[in-house]
């Protein structure tokens, strides 16, 4: 995940979000601590920025050797282009946005890709935030909970249904997207 917005913890979320989706698309899914550890390792790359194999000039490796490395077929790459909460006046609004591609490790060639977004927008009788919203906000931020999980969820799910189907068994039963 490059991440293109202030929030730190985007990516993580993100990234939890999307690997559900894709394993109800029927892929394999490498976890995501065993991808960080190889990249590190082998490849010297810890951030996803390091990955813009669009971007010549930034040094990153090719599809070819990072799908080479993690032994895969294919590699999502995923741009977080917005992940902010603000409040103007008397307005909650909530964004989310992201780019993704499918790149085939064996070519290089694109696959698949989309872009996606959802925004929620609440009013207030009051200006700005309640109390007890900021409490629970505050606490989101200071924590490991996903402060947008509704957001978060509703952009991978715009993508899901038009990810191609991977090689693996179809189950019986879709695996669902977590809350």
């Not at 191609?164 to 068994?169: A, C």
């Amino acid at each position: 995940m490059q991440n293109m917005t202030s929030d730190i913890k985007a990516p993580h979320w993100i990234r939890m979000a999307f690997t559900d989706v894709v394993r109800s698309r029927y892929y394999e899914v490498m976890p995501s601590d065993e991808v960080d550890r190889i990249l590190e390792k082998n490849m010297c790359i810890t951030l996803g920025g390091q990955l813009d194999y669009t971007n010549p000039g930034t040094g990153a490796p090719t599809p070819q050797e990072v799908g080479k490395t993690l032994e895969v077929d294919g590699l999502f790459y995923c741009n977080i282009l917005d992940f902010q909460i603000y409040f103007p006046y008397y307005l909650h609004i909530k964004q989310v946005k992201i780019r993704c591609k499918l790149v085939n490790t064996k070519t290089g060639a694109v696959v698949w890709e989309k872009e996606a977004e959802k925004d929620n927008t609440s009013t207030y009788w009051i200006a700005g935030m309640t109390f007890l919203e900021l409490f629970l906000y505050k606490n989101a931020m200071l924590g490991n909970a996903n402060p947008m999980p509704a957001e978060t969820n509703a952009v991978v799910k715009q993508m899901q249904t038009t990810i191609p189907p991977g090689p693996g068994p179809k189950p019986l039963f879709p695996t669902p997207i977590r809350p």
